[in-house]
């Protein structure tokens, strides 16, 4: 391949705003494209609209076919006509979050000082609040004072706890799925295997592998194998996988395999197919760097002081990521200021991933708690 | 309570707990099981009613049905809320299943300004005859499971609630004695009738 850089290489919904977004990190992006869709109708009030915030390899493309793997939209058991969050009642808004590769500036856009060429590596440290401020822009310039609801799995649901602590009045009712109000120490931890097996790479070039016309396509599978064993428990893969073998009787050469490995190299395969090393870098690092009571003096409940948003928390029982005494931390917090908080646990034994998977307790509770702020709120 | 007003499916002891409750108010319903409570206060008197249940299932059906039912734990979770933070406190048909009752109760009075409690009178003639006569813990409707599978670790009578009150400077603004379907009993003038024939005990009671 020749020098041209790999911007990315579909055409997604966006907007660009040419007065940029000033960063956490001190830097100042001067030109902030936001991507986005829209499922659903904006009422006259402009009162019903829902943001649904993506997880770290999500993506706008919530409840639609996805353009670039072919696939369903990755909360489609969610969002959708009839569904929990329901499309015939509410406008939903999903954005590609800031720093991702799916059109929202990031790594893969073109370079503030030399357009012609991307990021990369330069792109500057993005918080998980830059990616909430984005979102609010893009709100803003939808004519959207108050969002009904502000709601999102994992990262996203960081992206719903900064939601509520930074626009409290926008928000009228938040659901932070199997999230946490910091990262811990062991997410930290694998999520630095990740960038390690990245950077390890001979095609990373130090991050410009893109100007070498390649990818570092071991490392970012590697990275998104060790992940992909964060999202699932023991459980789910002992049922699924056991002890397995891949087309073999016994392992009696050195090619045989376990079916659990022949799948998460599957998962790695694909992943990278679908994303940008320097995006994983980069939101993997936003992550890391999220810890919403930091900035209230260790105080998490302080970050929320007298909000009236309706909140609903969810964690899923076999969830050893984000696990349930997280989410309690936070209901905690959240009875520190009086707040108007639904919690519950969901039995399940997917894991961290039960958030996307089919889990019809959670759906029920999800559209039983939205129905009853839609009362609230006069919808 | 008027049959008109009250929903088919709400308990009794449950109605008589909202006509305690003043419209508007702030309230939190501990041990609130599926909301009947706080879906009636919300909907016939406009209250800020919110719930906090132990059983998960529970909190599930009520969060289902729209209701804010947290899930959390009287004798731990209490503490998280500041002072003053609600009008009304409500522990219906709880207090007996608590860790620590006196700590859940001032805990209560921290954090609400009323505390409503309903409890299964353990002094009623009932089971005291069947404890004079037979020398076994008694079994009736109210108290149906075997001593050492019941979830009831704290029975009081009602006159042992009245001395808690005295001794932790509750003023008992309103109490009654009620029959198991919570229709109120006619003992209100007398502690000790109450206490003989009353199967549960329902107080109201603010700081004095």
Known sequence: MDQSPNFAETDHQAVTFADGLALDCGRRLEKLTVAYRTYGTLNAARSNAVLICHALTGDQYVAEENPVTGKPGWWDRVVGPAKPVDTERFFVICTNVLGGCMGTTGPRSPHDETPA???????????????????????DHLGIERLFAVVGGSMGGMQVLAWAAMYPGSVFAAVPIAAAAYHSAQNIAFHEIGRQAIAADPFFYAGRYWSEGVKPERGLAVARMTAHITYVSEAALTRKFGRKLQDAAELSSLGDR??????????????????????????????????????????????FSGTRTRFLLVSFSSDWLFPTAQTRAIARALNQVAANVSFVEIISDKGHDAFLLDEPDFHRVLAGFLSGCAEHAGL | ?????????????????????????????????????????????????????LDMAAVTQAVTHGLPVMQGDADTDLVTYPDGAFDYVVLSRTLQAVEKPREVLQQMLRIGTHAIVSFPNFGHWRLRLQLLMNGRMPMTKTWHRMWFETPNIHPCTIRDFFALCETDGYRVEEWLAADDEGARAPWRRSRSLANLFGEQGLFLLRKA
């Not at chain 1, 790695?268 to 900035?295: K, P, W």
Request: one cysteine or more; charged letters at 20%; glycine letters at 6%.
């Open chain 1, 258 to 303: 376990f079916e659990v490995e022949s799948y998460l190299q599957y998962q790695g395969s694909s992943f990278v197919r679908r994303f940008d090393a320097n995006s994983y870098l980069t939101i993997t690092r936003a992550m890391d760097l999220f810890d919403l009571a930091a900035g209230h003096n260790g105080v998490l409940a302080k970050a």
């Open chain 2, 1 to 53: 309570m008027d049959q008109l007003t009250r929903p088919r499916s709400m308990r009794v002891d449950l109605a008589l707990i909202a006509s305690m409750i003043a419209p508007g108010s702030r309230v939190l319903d501990i041990g609130c099981s599926d909301g009947a409570l706080i879906d009636y206060l919300f909907r016939m008197q406009k209250c800020d009613a919110r719930g906090l249940e």
């Open chain 1, 117 to 139: 060429l991307p990021w990369g590596t330069d792109f500057p440290a993005v918080t998980i609040n830059d990616m909430v401020r984005a979102q609010k822009i893009l709100i």
